[in-house]
């Protein structure tokens, strides 16, 4: 399977047998080219691999996007059927995607027995992504944080058995928890670390004080924290110490909760009953309506350049850093392919420019969030 799909990877030659999935795949590029690349030492294409962290804590990620497989169980309105989800997972892996993203919280739990059983065929060949650190009482969310050391332990343990591996690749602390030092979290991931049942270790929305606690305890590989076109700031704010302590960076809600393809409008009915976006300032009917700008500004430049709102809004990401591995999340075959193809957008310096003036003179209503979310 691996060697099939470098294969893919170097030569672009369609394997799949369905003609589906032929004619889908037909369309992905067969290697990275979203500019600026990182030159991978993987001895094929210098654009094929993006890596996140530095020197023994480093990952590297083929295809310059990885999968967020949230949507497909939680928070983004209906739940599909399982086996269409699976399908989704493996075909993002034979189209050349190594990075899936999960954790404890999508379900809570669900999200990770999907993930864990989609992801058997190729566990070895992937980097398996999940985070701990939300209180969930009998099976429900309270709200609430706890990355209690023996807590934060429990969690591995049983994120393991749903995954149904035997290490995790790359464990979060989903939020930074006021009540429990850093240091202790820090430490309690070393040793579950030297124990071999976590490979490496991220935080998410976690500021720079943060950053610096977990980091010098023990070595951070990603940060991952809400970043995209209508939500620059959190991550603009930790750019500097990521780059400074070699840490990669992984852009949550890239597409800003669906917002940046256009697909979702002021007449979207959500099912409130899972799915966070009625209760977000930023999706209020009138603010939907209020940003619009912006989906007219990533139409308007795609439509020159014979791209998708969402593939701008996802190639402007990828060219920020060489660091920066977005994670949009989908429950479609036909999105999933249109997201990817972001990674064949090359943009000039020149377009880059003109692409942030143009958003950043859009004043964007509403807050991302109902509550502030870095520490
Ligand atoms: N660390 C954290 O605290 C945190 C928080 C939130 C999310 N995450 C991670 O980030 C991942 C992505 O975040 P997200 O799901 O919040 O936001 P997102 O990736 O910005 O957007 C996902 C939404 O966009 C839609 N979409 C995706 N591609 C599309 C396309 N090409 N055209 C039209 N619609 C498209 C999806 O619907 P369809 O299914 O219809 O495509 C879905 O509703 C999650 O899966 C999760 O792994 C992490």
Redesign the pocket.
């Known amino acids: 399977m691996k060697n099939n799909r470098r294969n893919f990877l170097k030569t672009g030659t369609v394997l799949s047998a369905s003609a589906l999935a032929a004619s889908m795949l037909s369309a992905i590029p067969a290697r990275v080219t979203a500019s600026p690349v990182t030159t991978g030492d993987n001895g094929g294409s210098k654009n094929q691999y993006r890596t996140l962290g530095s020197g023994k804590h480093s990952i590297k990620v083929s295809y310059g996007l990885g ?6 169980s939680f ?3 209906f739940i ?1 059927n399982t086996k269409d989800m699976i399908t989704v997972i493996r075909k993002a892996y034979e189209m050349g995607v190594t990075l899936f ?3 404890e919280a ?1 379900g809570p739990f669900t999200n990770e027995v999907l993930v864990g059983e989609a992801i058997a065929p190729f566990r070895k060949h992937i980097t398996l992504c999940s ?1 701990f650190g939300f209180d969930i009482q009998n099976g429900k969310l309270t709200g609430g944080l706890n990355s209690q050391p023996a807590h934060i332990r429990a969690v591995v343990e049983q994120s393991l058995k749903r995954l149904k591996t035997d290490v995790i690749d790359l464990v ?1 602390q ?2 930074v928890d006021p009540k429990v030092p850093m240091e202790d979290v820090a430490g309690t991931i070393k040793d579950l670390t030297k124990e071999g049942k976590i490979k490496h270790f991220g935080l ?2 976690a500021g720079p004080e943060s950053i610096r606690k977990a980091h010098a305890v023990q070595p951070l590989t990603a940060l ?3 970043f ?1 076109l209508m939500t620059r700031e959190p991550a603009l704010e930790v750019f500097s110490v990521c780059e400074e302590l070699g840490i990669g960076f992984v852009p ?13 409008n002021e007449r979207t009915k959500y099912i409130a009953t899972n799915d966070n976006r009625p209760g977000l300032p930023r999706y209020k009917p009138e603010a939907i309506v209020a940003n619009w700008g912006i989906i007219d500004v990533l139409t308007a430049f795609g439509n020159q350049r014979g791209y ?1 709102a ?2 701008v809004a996802l190639a402007w990401l990828m060219a920020q850093k060489p660091w920066v591995v ?7 075959l ?3 392919q ?2 990817l193809g972001a990674a064949t957008v090359d943009l000039t310096p020149d377009e880059l420019k003109q692409i942030t003036n143009d958003i950043t003179a859009i004043k964007i209503v509403g807050d991302r969030c109902a509550t502030p ?1 870095t520490k």
């Open positions: 999968l967020g497989c949230m949507g497909m928070n983004r309105s599909p993203d999960t954790a999508y985070k979060y989903h939020r998410s929305e991952q924290t809400e995209s949550y809600s890239p597409l800003s909760r669906a917002y940046l393809t256009g697909y979702i998708t969402a593939q977005p994670i949009p999340g989908t429950t479609k036909a999105h999933l249109e997201n979310q």
